[in-house]
């Protein structure tokens, strides 16, 4: 297959965007959010020595103006209101889905996801000509133009999409490795032939959108997976799917939502990935362009995501992700806390890589790669 035989580039050249103000703002004591993520991979980037000073940029904050440009005016006025007030009213509240236990108000619910959207959309500016960035930050694929929804207040996806486009590049694959389905992205760009939207997600997991029914070809790819899905099923998913129908595609760029979500440590959902598949397609996806967006998405056990995305930026900035770690390193990991564990397991304070999860191939799987294919009319070998 002519996909899998492309080599992975590794001299292009990758920027790091990351911001303080993940370190400082939590959405809420019990949040699931409420864990160091973007902080603790910088901290873990500099403690391996892996991301030089011209490596990395600060995310700037996008100004409601610009966020105008795909989110509703009320929606952002009041997001910038409440903000300041730190209060919202009934109608609001029930208008912006924002106040309830997953949009909590807090406070820099404005700030911090306009910061999203501005690393994203740097990382838009940083690869329109070829190149590779990673807004950390980024990856809120549940944002809706006019509402919150599923911790996502705004959409840093669909402005760095349509930044590209502005900036000449046309045909735009996203892939979303995310345990939940991109359905805020989906849903901004209900029509445009020149962007493919893949998703591969756990089935009947909120927000139960991306069925089987969503298939479009050249278009949606969704493909819903079951739970307790390991990496050899991972795989057989990519390479038999959604590799060369990517290949089909033909993409002018990727943006890849990278969450951490899928992975078996992972508390929100039942997906059982280990790193070592997700870092392997990573590999693999870099091979069909040069120009490459990566941002952050879900993940909810910080030494799991820290991990993960420390992973990330070692493989698209063209480094090999160390075997061992450091004591800085391994001191680092074992100072992060969470509410729902006190110890992690030693393999995540000694090693960037999971244990592989590898296991057998259920005929559930390979029944869903099948519809999938003749859904896009596509016959896999
Ligand atoms: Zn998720």
């Known amino acids: 297959m002519k996909v899998l035989e492309l080599k992975e580039t590794n001299s292009a050249k990758a920027i790091l965007i990351g911001s303080e103000v993940y370190r400082k703002s939590q959405f809420g004591g019990k949040h699931p959010l409420s864990i160091p993520r973007v902080s603790a991979v910088l901290d873990l980037v500099r403690a391996l020595g892996i991301c030089d000073k011209e490596e990395y940029k600060t995310g700037p904050c996008a100004k409601p103006e610009l966020l105008k440009s795909f989110h509703t005016a009320d929606y952002i006025a009041v997001l910038k209101k409440t903000e300041v007030s730190q209060k919202i009213s009934e109608k609001d509240a029930k208008t912006y889905n924002i106040g309830s236990l997953s949009n909590p108000v807090f406070p820099e619910m404005f700030k911090r996801p306009a910061t999203s959207v501005g690393s994203s959309l740097l990382a838009a500016d940083l690869v329109a000509n070829g190149g590779r960035a990673y807004s950390l930050g980024g990856g809120l694929h549940h944002g809706m133009t006019g509402y919150a929804n599923g911790f996502c207040f705004l959409n840093d996806l669909a402005f760095a999409i349509n930044r590209l486009r502005d900036l000449g590049v046309q045909r735009i694959a996203y892939i979303d490795l995310d345990a939940?389905?991109?359905?805020?992205?989906?849903?901004?760009?209900?029509?445009?032939?020149?962007?493919?939207?893949?998703?591969?997600?756990?089935?009947?997991?909120?927000?139960?959108?991306?069925?089987?029914?969503?298939?479009?070809?050249?278009?949606?790819?969704?493909?819903?997976?079951?739970?307790?899905?390991?990496?050899?099923?991972?795989?057989?998913?990519?390479?038999?799917?959604?590799?060369?129908?990517?290949?089909?595609?033909?993409?002018?760029?990727?943006?890849?939502?990278?969450?951490?979500?899928?992975?078996?440590?992972?508390?929100?959902?039942?997906?059982?990935?280990?790193?070592?598949?997700?870092?392997?397609?990573?590999?693999?996806?870099?091979?069909?362009?040069?120009?490459?967006?990566?941002?952050?998405?879900?993940?909810?056990?910080?030494?799991?995501?820290?991990?993960?995305?420390?992973?990330?930026?070692?493989?698209?900035?063209g480094r090999t992700i160390p075997e061992v770690l450091p004591n800085q390193a391994t001191e680092l990991l074992r100072s992060l806390s969470w509410q729902r564990q006190t110890k992690p397991k030693e393999i995540m304070l000694n090693s960037i890589y999971d244990v592989p999860m590898e296991g057998q191939l259920r005929d559930e799987v390979s029944d869903i790669v099948k519809k999938v294919s003749s859904l896009h009319k596509f016959k896999h070998s």
Request: with cysteine; aromatic share 12%.
């Open 180 to 317: 939940h389905h991109c359905d805020g992205v989906a849903a901004a760009f209900p029509e445009d032939e020149n962007l493919f939207v893949v998703s591969t997600h756990e089935r009947k997991r909120w927000p139960f959108t991306g069925g089987l029914d969503e298939n479009i070809p050249d278009r949606f790819l969704n493909v819903p997976l079951p739970s307790h899905c390991n990496d050899s099923e991972f795989m057989f998913v990519f390479e038999k799917l959604v590799l060369p129908l990517l290949d089909r595609f033909q993409p002018e760029a990727l943006i890849i939502q990278g969450g951490a979500d899928a992975l078996v440590e992972d508390p929100m959902s039942r997906l059982c990935l280990s790193n070592q598949v997700i870092f392997k397609i990573l590999s693999i996806l870099l091979g069909f362009s040069q120009r490459v967006l990566l941002t952050g998405g879900g993940g909810y056990n910080p030494w799991t995501v820290a991990r993960l995305w420390t992973g990330f930026w070692a493989l698209i900035s």
